[in-house]
């Protein structure tokens, strides 16, 4: 099965998982990823949120932003409606994450200035979402088979237990995809989640992204959430830019019609 261990889906998983997780120090890198890949985010779930996105002089834009995701058997669908600023509004993101391995998961881009919807080809998905620090790769799970994983060392973070797991990606194809070339994840003990990432950039330079979603963990409806997290792309020392997410409303479990999750609903906005 595919997760994002580093994507937007990291942050969530149900406290039943927790109950008969075994004991940490039982756990090899892989079956670590198991887990978080096992973990429970939802049949469905709503969202707004605010992104913030902070150029390398300080300068700010804000853009506020309504989610919506539903389990489809295996398969993930996600939807994400642009509601303000105006120069922004009405652009919709959807994405049909397959759990299949051997399927390329489809993202489609509507943009209403063009009225016009772009399908996310695979050799576009390391490019950035939208003007962030995310890019459209960041956005779906990942075959955990695509990858391998050393456990280096347990460590602390913001007051909580973690593994330090190193992810290489298994073959060129899937560094194209995802942008990287290998990533250090810093993964909760207590609930699976992902509370830090750093990764190194393919194309270079030395460039480097780093996630951290540790500041504001809790509960909602039950499941574990990071309603605060930030990714930041650095070259050497130097900030070249950041992004805030700032998850202001979440639900889950209130059951979503099939037919939200549609290019042509995409086209017709909220």
């Known amino acids: ?37 096992a973990r429970d985010d939802g049949d469905y779930g709503t969202a707004t949120m605010e992104m913030i996105l902070f150029d390398k002089k300080g300068n700010e834009r804000r853009r506020t932003l309504r989610t919506f995701s539903k389990d489809q058997g295996d398969d993930r669908y996600r939807l994400m409606f642009f509601m303000e600023p105006a120069d922004v509004r009405g652009t919709g993101f959807l994405t049909y994450d397959y759990d299949d391995p051997g399927a390329d998961d489809d993202q489609w881009l509507y943009l209403p200035a063009l009225a016009k ?12 979402f ?3 620090d995310f890019n ?5 799970r990942k075959d955990l088979d695509l990858y391998t994983y050393e456990l280096l060392k347990e460590i602390t973070v913001a007051e909580r237990k973690a593994w330090l797991i190193q992810a290489v990606p298994t073959s ?3 560094i194209d995809q995802s942008g990287y070339t290998r990533s250090l ?6 609930t699976f989640l992902v509370l830090r990432a750093i990764h190194w950039m393919k194309e270079g330079g030395g460039r480097m992204k ?21 990714m930041t792309t650095k070259q050497g020392k130097a900030t070249l830019h950041r992004t805030i997410l700032r998850f202001k409303q979440m639900g889950f479990g209130q059951d979503l019609d099939e037919g939200l999750f549609t290019v042509r609903r995409l086209e017709q906005g909220l």
């Open 130 to 132: 939208m003007g962030s």
């Open 185 to 190: 994840l810093f993964v909760d003990q207590a």
């Open 210 to 230: 780093y996630l951290d979603a540790s500041s504001h963990i809790e509960q909602v409806d039950g499941i574990w959430v990071a309603r605060y997290m930030t």
């Open 136 to 140: 459209y790769a960041d956005m779906t």
């Open 1 to 37: 099965m595919k997760r994002g261990f580093f994507s937007l889906t990291l942050v969530m998983t149900t406290v039943a998982g927790l109950l008969f997780a075994p004991a940490a120090s039982a756990l090899n890198a892989r079956e670590i990823m198991q887990r978080v890949d």
């Open 117 to 128: 919807t772009r399908r996310i080809a695979a050799a576009d998905k390391s490019g950035s």
């Open 172 to 174: 060129p194809q899937e």
